[in-house]
């Protein structure tokens, strides 16, 4: 076997690998520039004390750009040093005798410093429901900076369901730039761009490459021809950031491209990431996770592109 035939085997080994996305994904907060613990409980309304404890912080401590924290959900209390069940109590306005029975304790237990606690009455599962729904309604802010156009839509109706009006506005916002062709953008890459503003407190998506009704060298099978697909960044959001977080979406394709200013997203039926050093305008040069494009040569590139995997 050829050199070339023996490295393109390796990177079709290593290229895919399934990742498990959070029942939750959008109950994490990545921080950013000037953020504290104080400022990110309000967004998400929850004390700081108990989103200090599900992260085990002090109510203190100070935060690091990029840091990811746990977001307690709303009905689950975690302990804080020097908390008792009587004060938890108290503090969430039930009985102790409620308390415990929720969580199996008795009255007299010791608890532990970061232990999850459930409030009586807590579901789980309508708790979540509505945690998507509320995300799902959110305002979404979109620029072109190739045309300078922006767009501020609300992609979802009440319920969780895809705005058909939004969805018309949106499509015209990502329609192809050279031929001016619109394609409704799928409901699944509506709700990513959803998970996107939410997680990152509103700020806005900037547009490298929608629909394209031309694609290139990927062949038909670029998911940016069926309106499946969006290479992006977010606004003072360093690149590394914006992936990691796109990586915990469900079914999702996730393309990091370290040379280049964007982060690629699209919706399949399987989670997919790549790494693609090109440069603009170079073909594909696709390495496993972790791999530097030093030792290779510039012009060796995969024989598997992900648009079709």
């Not at 290229?15 to 994904?25: G, I, K, M």
């Not at 209390?77 to 109590?89: E, F």
């Not at 409620?98 to 199996?104: D, E, K, P, S, V």
């Not at 309604?137 to 979109?142: F, I, K, P, T």
Request: net charge positive; proline share 6%.
């Amino acid at each position: 076997m050829s050199w070339n035939g023996a490295w393109r085997a390796i990177v079709a080994m290593f290229l895919v690998f399934l990742l498990h996305a959070p029942a939750q994904a959008q109950r994490k907060h990545t921080v950013q520039q000037g953020q504290t613990l104080g400022a990110i409980a309000k967004r998400h309304r929850v004390s700081v004390t108990n989103l200090a404890a599900a992260n085990r912080l002090k109510k203190t401590s100070s935060l690091r750009v990029g840091q990811v924290l746990r977001v307690p959900p709303k009905g689950v209390v975690y302990v804080y040093p020097g908390q008792t069940l009587t004060g938890i109590a108290q503090l969430n306005k039930v009985s102790v005798k409620a308390l415990t029975q929720a969580n199996g304790l008795k009255p007299d237990s010791t608890l532990r410093v970061g232990q999850r606690l459930e409030l009586p009455g807590y579901n789980a599962g309508a708790k979540a429901t509505k945690a998507r729904n509320s995300v799902l309604s959110g305002l979404v802010s979109l620029e072109r900076p190739a045309s300078q156009e922006t767009l501020r839509v609300r992609l979802f109706a009440k319920g969780g369901k895809p705005d058909p009006k939004a969805r018309q506005r949106l499509g015209q916002f990502l329609r192809d730039r050279e031929t001016g062709e619109v394609k409704r953008p799928h409901p699944r890459l509506m709700r990513a761009l959803a998970y996107l503003a939410d997680h990152f407190n509103g700020r806005t998506i900037m547009v490298v490459s929608a629909y394209r009704s031309k694609t290139n060298d990927e062949g038909d099978s670029s998911r940016h021809s069926t309106g499946e697909a969006i290479d992006i960044r977010v606004e003072g959001v360093p690149n590394e950031v914006l992936r990691d977080y796109c990586m915990t979406l469900n079914k999702v394709g996730v393309g990091y491209y370290p040379r280049s200013s964007f982060v690629h997203i699209d919706v399949r039926s399987k989670a997919v990431y790549w790494v693609d050093w090109s440069r603009p305008g170079e073909p594909p040069l696709y390495l496993p996770p972790g791999e530097s494009p030093d030792k290779y040569d510039a012009g060796v590139s995969s024989a598997v592109s992900p648009a079709s995997l």
